[in-house]
């Protein structure tokens, strides 16, 4: 099943641009699901209908969910939590207060996305679309099954081990709740069988993220936040929604005119800081976007020469990548001539420059505090690599490393 998560900051039209992405799918004859993942659910406000923690008929071809992370505690996380509240309870925490610590970080996000992946593997449904939560949370929610399997693993073993010595014991020296082989097999269900699942689920072909951006400069920069933290986990992102740029017939009058203009400025930026991702733009309307109609308005606007299941972007992403203690990162250049690239370092961001490609890449925390060593321009790949201390040859043998840059600018070598 082909899966779309559509994420931004709050308030710039998720929800709305969601749904009419699903409207506009379910009117193509497509078997579309409409997901809400956020846990402050709006869609029964756009699509004017009900909709709850079941599936409930919108339209033909369409069905929509609010998915109750609650629920999914109880059935993917049950043996756990009441462990947990067992625990806090021995100490002296009380009611709502024990059950809310039971609520471990991470835990609502999981859940949510083991619901998403139960529809997936229903075959129900050619076409999902996710309306996540705002950025911080959804990238929680998307990283969630990679940082969890790698980081609790190991942890578990050693805890499982223990307890199977020291449990027996302690039961008839201490008072304290320990925990049961329930509580462990559960956890280990999770942990092995269903975060490895979810993790195949998000970094699959047919799974992509889209950012919904407004022209506003606090919104553009959370995304490009967000679109480098998801290429560091090797999530696809397909496409940028821009919403609420002004009709041509606003811009005639005077007090608009000024700002048409800059959100062209703006649009213009956000085509080549999110470069070569597909960008999709979203005019604001004379009246607000409720109902089925007009969300099937909005997504024909937005999918005019395109569909909302498309794969929109097939570009090779931006990668981050550590090996031997040395740190590199690979960005797409498609546009690049072997006349070379110009590279600067600063603040913690990669600025970028070709003739006819500049970007501005984000960079992780750790690349962000190195150095720049050198650079290469490869079939239209540029690779960048950094280093603390003393400069680090490209460790390929038999390619060209001729004219790296040095350290904080330069240019790239590029490979003739």
């Not at 996540?132 to 990283?143: E, F, M, N, S, V």
């Not at 904080?408 to 590029?414: H, K, N, V």
Request: one cysteine or more; aromatic letters at 4%; proline letters at 5%.
């Amino acid at each position: 099943m082909r899966l779309v998560l559509y994420t931004g900051k709050g308030g710039v039209g998720k929800t709305t641009t969601a749904a009419a992405s699903a409207l506009q799918s379910a009117a193509q004859g497509k078997r579309t699901l409409l997901i809400s993942a956020d846990s402050s659910h709006s869609l029964s406000d756009v699509l004017a209908q009900k909709v709850g923690p079941k599936p409930i008929a919108i339209v033909d071809n369409l069905q929509a969910v609010e998915i109750d992370a609650r629920v999914e505690m109880g059935r993917h996380w049950g043996k756990i939590s009441e462990f947990l509240v067992a625990l806090f309870r021995h100490q002296g925490i009380e009611g709502v207060v024990a059950e809310e610590l039971a609520l471990l970080p991470g835990a609502e996000e999981l859940t949510t996305l083991l619901a998403v992946d139960e529809f997936a593997v229903s075959g129900e449904f050619d076409f999902a679309v996710v309306d996540c939560a705002p950025t911080d949370t959804t990238l929680r929610l998307l990283t969630l099954p990679d940082v969890a399997h790698s980081s609790l693993r190991l942890l578990l073993k050693i805890q499982r081990a223990l307890a199977g010595v020291m449990t027996p014991l302690a039961r008839s020296v201490v008072s304290v709740p320990l925990p049961s082989a329930d509580v462990f097999g559960e956890a280990e269900e999770l942990l092995y069988a269903k975060l490895g699942v979810l993790r195949a689920r998000i970094v699959d072909p047919q799974t992509s993220v889209r950012l919904v951006v407004t022209t506003e400069r606090m919104v553009i920069e959370e995304a490009r936040r967000a679109f480098t933290d998801l290429c560091l986990f090797g999530l696809r992102c397909d496409a940028v929604v821009v919403n609420r740029l002004l009709p041509e017939v606003a811009t005639r009058e005077a007090f608009f005119r000024e700002w048409g203009e800059v959100q062209q400025e703006r649009l213009a930026e956000i085509t080549e800081i999110f470069a070569p991702l597909r960008v999709l733009e979203a005019k604001l309307g004379e009246e607000e976007i409720i109902g089925p109609r007009s969300l099937l308005a909005l997504g024909q606007e937005l999918f005019s020469d395109c569909l909302p299941d498309d794969v929109l972007s097939n570009a090779q992403g931006i990668g981050f990548h550590s090996q031997g203690g040395r740190y590199s990162v690979s960005i797409p250049l498609p546009g690049a001539t072997l006349d070379g690239v110009d590279i600067t370092k600063v603040d913690g961001e990669l600025l970028v420059r070709t003739r006819s490609v500049s970007r501005a890449l984000k960079l992780p925390r750790r690349m962000a505090a190195l150095e720049v060593s050198e650079a290469h321009l490869r079939e239209g790949v540029l690779s960048v690599y950094f280093r603390s201390g003393q400069v680090q040859r490209d460790p390929n043998p038999g390619v060209d490393t001729s004219d790296p840059i040095g350290a904080g600018s330069g240019r790239a070598a590029a490979e003739g």
